[in-house]
Every structure is written in C-alpha cells, then in structure tokens.
C-alpha cells in the first residue's frame, strides 16, 4: 500500500525533525515547511498530502491564515500542534475546521496514534449511502444533504454525525463519544464534545434538533 503523506509545518527545525523521525518510523512520508507561506505552496503544489500537521506562531503567515485558506479548497486533516494552549486558541482552532488541537510539550508517540487514528477514517470505503429524518449520508463521497440540499461538515464534524446516526437512539457519554469518533482517550475533556456538537447542530439546522443532550452524561440522537 502506498504510503501516505504528511505536511509538517513549524518554524523550529529541531521540531520538525522530532515529529518527521516519529513519522517515518511508522512508515509515513513527510513533506517539511518551515512558514505558512511555503506551507501553502508545497500543499497546492502536491496534491497527494493526506494530512497536516500545523504550528500556529510562524513568521509571514501563522498558523490560523494557513489553515483558513486552507479550508476555503480543501477538507484535508489538519492537526495544530502548538504552544498556545488556552481554551479561547483551541476554541478557535476548531471554529476554523481544525480536526485536532494538541499542545506542546507533547507525546510523539500520542501524536503519531492521533494521525493514524484520523487517516484510518480518511481510507476508501465501501459504498454506502445512510437516510434518516431527512439527513442523507453518503460516506463514500464524504457529503451530506438535508431534504435533497447539500451542507459542508468539517472531517470531524462528518465522523460525529454518522457516529450518532449509527447509534441512534442511544444515549452516549462523552467519553464514549471521545473514545469512538477521536479513537483515542482524550482524558474528559468535554470542551471538544460540546465545541464540535454545537457547530454540528447550527449546521443541520432544524435537524440539529435530533442531537438531544442527555444531562450529566452526553448525547443521543433521536430521528
């Protein structure tokens, strides 16, 4: 199988090294830029980068302007890695279409499972197309409309959606939802639960009203 391929944007050299010796030790390819700037030509200019791996405090162009533009072409992964670790840095991560947000200092070997477990999401399969309450699911093409009208979901926003539809009915804790849709212990923090579940509901509109919340425990949704 081919190896898949990974943008490792920071202004630190000994950073960037850390990250891609962990990476190629577990058989990825890694592409290296060392500003947003030169981020974004090497991204535009290969188009087989399967994720991103992006520092916010860079000169010519940070973090947030990288994945900004970013978005407005592409849903690609994108993991920010960065020292800025207040509530309000990670909320906005998120508020751009970031799929992941881990502060420095971090665990190579925990950064290394959080890519795996996002690009094992990101693999072909098979072709199904899930209907309910008027949401229609195509999993293979990544899209979803509501009554026949297309809507745009983040990558983690599409993986929390089909993971509800898929237990319909039941309700999920956060740690359960954590553990299934990010694949990994995300040690309860809610914040990401909460943060991602509201945007998801803005976005299916009147539909966002199946996403019920179960008090003191998670979610459930209901058609």
């Not at 391929?5 to 050299?13: A, F, N, P, W």
């Amino acid at each position: 199988m081919e190896k898949r391929k990974i943008l490792v944007v920071d202004d630190e050299s000994r950073m960037r090294k850390l990250v891609k010796d962990f990476l190629v030790m577990n058989n990825y390819d890694v592409v290296e830029a060392c500003d947003g700037e030169e981020a974004l030509d090497k991204f535009y200019a290969d188009k087989n980068i399967d994720l991103i791996i992006l520092d916010v405090m860079m000169p010519k162009m940070d973090g947030w302007q990288v994945a900004k533009e970013i978005r407005l072409n592409s849903k690609v992964p994108i993991i920010m890695l960065t020292a800025k670790d207040s509530e309000k840095d990670e909320l906005t991560g998120f508020n751009i279409g970031v799929d992941e947000y881990i502060s420095k200092p971090f665990s190579p070997k925990i950064l290394v499972a959080r890519v795996g477990a996002i690009l094992r999401r990101t693999l072909p399969e098979e072709n199904v197309v899930i209907e309910t309450a008027g949401i229609s699911i195509d999993r293979t093409a990544r899209t979803v409309t509501i009554d026949g009208k297309p809507i745009e979901l983040s990558y983690k926003e599409f993986e929390l959606l089909n993971y509800f539809v898929d237990h319909k009915g039941i309700a999920l804790s956060r740690e359960n939802i954590l553990n299934n849709v990010w694949n990994y212990d995300y040690y309860g923090d809610a914040r990401t639960i909460d943060t991602h579940v509201k945007k998801l509901r803005s976005k299916l509109g009147k539909k966002g009203e199946c996403i019920k919340t179960v008090w003191g425990m998670g979610y459930k949704f209901e058609a």
